[in-house]
């Protein structure tokens, strides 16, 4: 073999490289960020991690190298807004250090409230500035126009860590770092930069210090949720999306009863493998650097309630939104003028939207006022009235500012405040039907957990309509085709047949989901066992079956756009 049939090799397999293909690896394009997925981000990973291995024992030199690489990174999905969050961490690293410094309770309460109305302010710009401009259009008529403005990806999750950093200092569970270039590293740290997981500064920041400790284990671990991240991806969330979920959702109205219904299951599968096939890459990409990431999905779809979901979804959101939220606000221990402010407001819209549809149909304020007597109901009848109105009411806050954050649009509110809504008439469910977790396991346990996962999962799949559809009209179109649905195999096996390559991956999605632990278990002891050279070829493999499976490109990440 020689080099020019090698270069010929390449050139027939990837085409000719130019030099405007050499200068676009390099500039900003908003329609080719630089995702885990390309081939463009594995060719540089490869070369930026052989230096990273020679830095292997320096400090500083790594940190800045890992810094730059990030920041190149950032640049390459957001464009010039990584210097919105550069500016941002210079801000939040002198705030931290004079709060830390600071002994009168007064002035450490301004900083802190400070810090946190400057980086939601950053935040609220850029998310929700065009949202409150067309709510005050929609409710006082008026004309304000609306703003040009690009929202950088990934801003909502350094900002949370951002914050999550000065807060914790604030409480005094940590110190600051010994300087900005370390706080830099731990805020701009690449693979979980745009999408998560959110990382705490207190898991995060002393694995800085601790001295780069690569085990075998560690590479395995790593190149197993590599592949594994990039076959949910690519493999099945993009095919799904791009052959069947995206067209339904866009157009539900040219589609069957069951083609709805299967379009809700197929963006179920789709968000769960896009959002933790990112996940398992970041982990896996910062394994290989020598760090550990929170796992942050414990296959959600098992949940027998919807609070287990919360356990398991998005774990390091829902964590945070708890320890920094929902205790923040009164927890189960006491109210808050913040903890009410947004459920009244909700259903206070809620109840005005039912009746300024009255005339048209009673159905809408019929909803909106059996959804505040269902939530009152949740703490009326509890035992300990008080505090569990305090516990719901905070939850249902906790929820609507969740849904919030994934988007300024009515959707995400409503999708919030199902959740929240749900979570506390499962504590008065418990209330009065308390589980039994160290009981026996018997026949009616396992057929009870079956019908309360299939329960679980078909609210959450309701949901995510409101989700995923473009606006909360859109929604409503969906459910009501769902509603309409007849038994009618014939037309079902035809579309079925049409659509069988898209039916067949979310098979194996909720297959592969649905797997028992000691299976995964087992694949993985048996990915470990194999040679260095399987491993890396079985990587190479996966990566050409992204590149042959890819019929539109690389699909950006649905998590980016929050």
Same mark, same amino acid.
């Given at each position: 073999?020689?080099? &020019? ?18 200068q676009g ?6 329609k ?19 230096? /990273? ?6 400090? /500083? ?11 190149? #990174? ?12 550069i ?15 600071? &002994? ?15 980086n939601? $302010? ?8 065009n ?14 126009? !609306? ?9 909502? !999750? ?10 914790? =200092?604030y ?12 706080y830099?590293?731990?805020?701009s ?6 999408? $998560?997981?959110?990382v ?5 920041l ?11 284990? *560690? ?8 592949? $594994? ?16 979920v995206?067209?339904?959702? *866009? ?8 083609e &709805? ?9 789709? =968000? ?28 959600p ?21 708890? *320890? #920094? ?11 808050? #003028?913040?903890? #009410? ?12 939207? $039912? ?33 569990t ?6 939850l +249902? ?15 995400? =509110?409503?999708?919030?405040? +199902?959740?929240?809504?749900a ?10 039907f308390?589980?039994?977790? *160290?009981?026996?396991? &018997?026949?009616?346990s ?28 859109t ?52 990915f ?35």
């Open positions: 073999m020689t080099i &020019n049939s090698i270069n010929d090799w390449f050139i027939q397999t990837f085409g000719a490289i130019t030099i405007e293909q050499v690896w390099f500039i900003y394009n908003k080719e960020p630089l995702l885990f997925n390309t081939g463009l981000f594995l060719g540089m990973f490869l070369i930026f991690y052989l230096v /990273y291995a020679f830095l292997r024992k320096t400090f /500083y030199l790594r940190l800045v190298y890992v810094i730059l690489f990030s920041l190149f #990174f950032y640049y390459k999905s957001s464009g010039i807004y990584f210097l919105l969050l500016l941002s961490s210079v801000v939040d690293y002198n705030l931290s250090g004079v709060i830390y410094k600071e &002994n009168r309770e007064g002035w450490r309460k301004f900083y802190i409230w400070l810090s946190v109305i400057l939601l $302010g950053l935040l609220g710009y850029f998310k929700y500035t949202f409150l401009i067309g709510t005050y259009n929609d409710m006082f008529s008026g004309h304000l126009a !609306f703003h040009d403005i690009l929202l950088p990806v990934g801003i909502s !999750f350094y900002t949370f860590q951002s914050i999550s950093y000065i807060i914790e =200092i409480r005094k569970e940590i110190v600051p770092t010994n300087n900005y270039v370390e830099l590293f731990f805020v740290f690449f693979p979980q930069l745009v999408a $998560g997981p959110i705490r500064a207190k898991d995060f002393p694995q800085i210090y601790q001295k780069l400790n690569l085990t075998k284990e *560690d590479v395995n671990a790593a190149l197993f949720l590599l592949i $594994g991240g990039l076959i949910k991806k690519t493999v099945i969330s993009d095919y799904i999306s791009i052959n069947f995206d067209r339904v959702f *866009d157009a539900p109205t040219s589609y069957t009863a069951f &709805n219904l299967m379009a809700s299951y197929g963006y179920a599968i789709q =968000i769960y493998c896009d959002f933790s096939g990112y996940s398992d890459m970041a982990i896996g990409v910062a394994l290989l650097l020598g760090f550990k990431l929170p796992t942050n999905f414990r296959t779809y098992k949940s027998a309630s919807i609070t287990e979901f919360w356990r398991r979804w998005h774990i390091s959101l829902s964590t945070w939104l708890k *320890d #920094f939220l929902y205790i923040s606000i009164g927890g189960n221990r006491n109210g808050s #003028f913040a903890g #009410f402010l947004f459920p009244a407001l909700f259903f206070f819209g809620l109840v005005v939207w $039912g009746i300024s549809y009255s005339t048209v149909s009673h159905i809408p304020l019929i909803i909106a006022v059996s959804s505040l007597v269902l939530f009152s109901l949740t703490f009326i009848l509890s035992k300990d009235r008080e505090k109105m305090f516990t719901n009411v905070n +249902l806050t906790t929820m609507l500012l969740g849904g919030l954050w994934h988007g300024a649009s009515l959707r995400f =509110i409503i999708w919030g405040a +199902l959740h929240g809504v979570l506390a008439v499962h504590k008065i469910f418990l209330e009065f308390p589980s039994k977790k *160290d009981g026996e396991k &018997n026949a009616f396992y057929i009870w957990r079956f019908f309360s996962v299939l329960l679980t999962f078909h609210f959450v799949v309701f949901c995510w309509l409101f989700f995923r559809a473009k606006d909360f009209d929604a409503l179109q969906i459910v009501n085709n769902i509603g309409q649905l007849t038994f009618d195999p014939k037309q079902w096996q035809i579309i079925i047949q049409g659509y069988k390559n898209v039916f067949l991956l979310m098979l194996v999605g909720y297959i592969w989901h649905f797997l028992p632990e000691g299976i995964t278990r087992n694949m993985k002891l048996a470990d066992k194999t040679p260095l050279i399987g491993k890396a070829i079985i990587l190479g493999f996966v990566y050409w079956i992204v590149y042959a499976t890819a019929t539109a490109g690389p699909q950006p990440f649905i998590y980016f756009q929050f």
